[in-house]
């Protein structure tokens, strides 16, 4: 999040020139294009990524507590045999 009106104001310094005669409509322009286009584009681009970074940890995890329940034996005491076809 970018607080106050510091996202706007980024816009309009990379796109406006301070003793330009159309500075207000640019400067509107430029707002409007950030909150309308720019903002929600960057939170859906982070939000995916900190998405896809979750469920690769979560697969993580899951194949680290699964491995030791696949490689315990079946019936505890007993011996198991299997045949590999």
Do not use: Y
Not at 37 to 44: A, G, H, K, T
Not at 52 to 60: P, R, V, Y
């Amino acid at each position: 999040s970018i607080p106050g009106n510091e996202g706007p104001a980024l816009v309009c310094r990379a796109a406006l020139k301070p003793t330009a005669q159309v500075s207000a409509f640019v400067r509107s322009a430029a707002e409007d294009a950030f909150e309308r286009l720019i903002f929600p584009s960057v939170q859906r681009e982070t939000r995916a990524e900190l998405t896809d970074m979750a469920s690769q940890g979560a697969i993580h995890n899951f194949a680290l507590n699964l491995k030791p329940l696949l490689m315990q034996p079946p019936v505890k005491g007993f011996v198991t045999m299997g045949l590999d076809p």
